[in-house]
């Protein structure tokens, strides 16, 4: 009696696991979505509308007179002007630091290295928000207090972005620094010209999740000043019930308007923030 054997098709138990997959990412984008859909059909509302139950998608009449008085009357272009000069000079001096450390612990054979290293990964495990007082007193001390340079300073430091590059660097062969040096270049010739272009889409990745981070960054910024006229876009949405009193139209649209600049950086460097994220390993 011959054994029957039983034909299972291919591939049935893969597109069942991209079935699961799809669902669970489209679930997580819904529930993302969601509370920013709410953003923007709330800034559209009058202010009259905004409180009353029951609660409401849409209102009887959209309008834009929220976001009109935010341009007019607010300080909403100020805020984006500050917003983008400090996370731009935390971003190139993230990049530019973080980009020399893992360089000289993935390249550079010296003494300390691994207690260095460990230094660095100590930085992880302590919150930042432990470090504002001893911050807010060095840097009041040396009259840093209320300008570009207090905000920026104490956010350029970033464990993370050192230990990714340093895994980037690691991937890259050793023969062309071994060529290179046989050639007579130095080391911060090689880091420049050779390490840093190899390296194009884990410093992409790293610069624009330093810029979100930066542009997102709310604690420090409101700690370190005072002057509204260094407020970032965090510190204004904060103070806009201050400023115009409880309207929640108001402060919606400037939420919708202080993270427009973000979506813009997303969607243009989309596909070097997932190269960058599968380069470095970070995706797990």
Known sequence: MSAMTVS????????????????????????????????????????????????SWRATTETFDAYRTLLQKGDILHWWFNSFITASLITAGTVFTASLAGFGFSRVRFRGSAALQW??????????????????VELSSVGLADSYWGIVLPQIA????????????DSVPAELEESALVDGASLWLIYRRIWMPLSRSTTAAVAIFTFVLAWNAF????????????FTVPVGLATVNASYG???????????????????????????IVQGIANTGLKG
Do not use: C, H
């Open 8 to 55: 299972r098709p291919v591939g049935g138990g893969r597109r069942g696991g991209r079935v699961v997959v799809y669902a669970v990412l489209t679930a997580l984008a819904v529930i993302w979505l969601v509370p920013l859909a709410w953003a923007v059909a709330t800034s559209l509302k009058p202010d009259a509308e905004t409180t009353i139950a029951p609660v």
């Open 158 to 169: 970033s464990p993370i972005a050192v230990l990714v590059f340093k895994r980037a660097f």
């Open 119 to 136: 230094l660095v990964l100590a930085g992880l495990l302590i919150p930042f928000q432990a470090l504002i007082v001893p911050l807010f």
């Open 219 to 230: 604690l420090w910024p409101f700690v370190i000043t005072s002057a509204g006229n260094l």
């Open 246 to 272: 409880a309207l929640y139209a108001q402060v919606m649209a400037l939420a919708v308007l202080g993270a427009v600049p973000l979506l813009v950086v997303f969607l243009l460097f989309q596909r070097q």
